[in-house]
């Protein structure tokens, strides 16, 4: 009959449907309400599509180390094991997590946050970068620590939302390892938000050549976009430095930083006294406070300026 007869061709265009849909997933394609959708690689499946992460902000979480890879004299990267291949850590941009150990005063516990320098989607995995000080408590345990030892952590804690061209230009002074969170906002609009056109200039300060962190990563990424730029600030430089010499200056600023607008964000991030000086402290950790420094001496006010 004729309804037969159409009951039939629809099973068949549903099967032949079915076998495109196969043949584009097999190719690395994924079919999404009949639309065909590049499918990035296993290894990178976006936290965004609803993937729950491995951390939870209520409780802490053992991950386990896997290697150390050494960056310079005081600093190494640290990579922690998800409990999963296919898990991901669960981090927004910008985002941070926090270490615990019992490791202070009579076995007290102690808290210390740190910013992974991974993707936010990248699975099976996640890097911190550790410099260790000679009076930082965590920061000698962590580095004590060998493969297959284990930490407890907790997160994610928001600190800002960065989304593609929510400003004109972000300016970015960092300090060390006060690199962390401003690497995390650069991979996530340069590596991520290829649309964004927005500009991105980071002033990185630190004592020597051999401190500068992630160098090579971050001259590539200069290299590569067009959009971002990189000055260096050393207070023992080499003799054939190039860079600025000393400390960041409001003359560094003014020359290398966008002017104060209500289309630019400075973000800041470093060691207490480099703060105090270049942006006033953070009344706590949830709280800005006001802007003090050499950014309130150039015009820059408290809806320009955004403290690590």
């Not at 209520?58 to 898990?87: G, W």
């Not at 390892?177 to 630190?206: D, H, I, K, W, Y």
Request: charged share 25%; proline share 6%.
């Amino acid at each position: 009959t004729l309804r037969t007869m159409a009951l039939r061709r629809l099973v068949y265009s549903m099967r032949s449907l079915t076998s495109v849909r196969i043949a584009f997933a097999a190719a690395g394609f994924a079919s999404v309400s009949g639309a065909v959708l590049w499918m990035k690689p296993r290894s990178f499946v976006s936290a965004a599509a609803g993937q729950a992460g491995a951390l939870h902000p209520k409780e802490f979480r053992k991950f386990k180390l896997r290697d150390i890879e050494r960056i310079s004299h005081n600093t190494a990267r640290y990579r922690f094991d998800l409990p999963s291949q296919d898990d991901v850590l669960g981090l927004t941009v910008a985002s941070c997590l926090v270490v615990r150990a019992p490791i202070g005063e009579n076995g007290k516990d102690v808290v210390r946050p740190y910013t992974p320098i991974t993707l936010i989607d990248q699975c099976g995995f996640f890097d911190l970068l550790v410099k260790t000080y000679p009076q930082g408590v965590m920061s000698q345990h962590i580095a004590s620590l060998r493969p297959g030892d284990e930490l407890d952590f907790q997160g994610p804690f928001k600190k800002i939302d960065v989304t593609p061209n929510m400003k004109q230009h972000i300016g970015m002074i960092a300090g060390g390892t006060g690199l962390t969170p401003m690497l995390q906002v650069v991979r996530e609009l340069l590596l991520r938000a290829e649309t964004s056109t927005m500009l991105l200039t980071l002033v990185f300060a630190n004592v020597a050549e051999d401190d500068i962190l992630l160098r090579d990563d971050l001259d590539k990424l200069v290299q590569k976009h067009s959009n971002f730029k990189v000055h260096y600030v050393l207070e023992k430089p080499p003799a054939d430095w190039k860079g600025s010499v000393g400390y960041i200056t409001e003359d560094v600023i003014r020359k290398h930083l966008p002017a104060p607008s209500s289309d630019v964000l400075i973000m800041v991030c470093g060691p207490p006294p480099m703060m105090k000086a270049i942006s006033g402290d953070k009344t706590s950790p949830r709280e800005q406070g006001e802007v003090e420094g050499l950014l309130k001496n150039l015009g820059y006010t408290k809806d320009m300026v955004f403290k690590f």
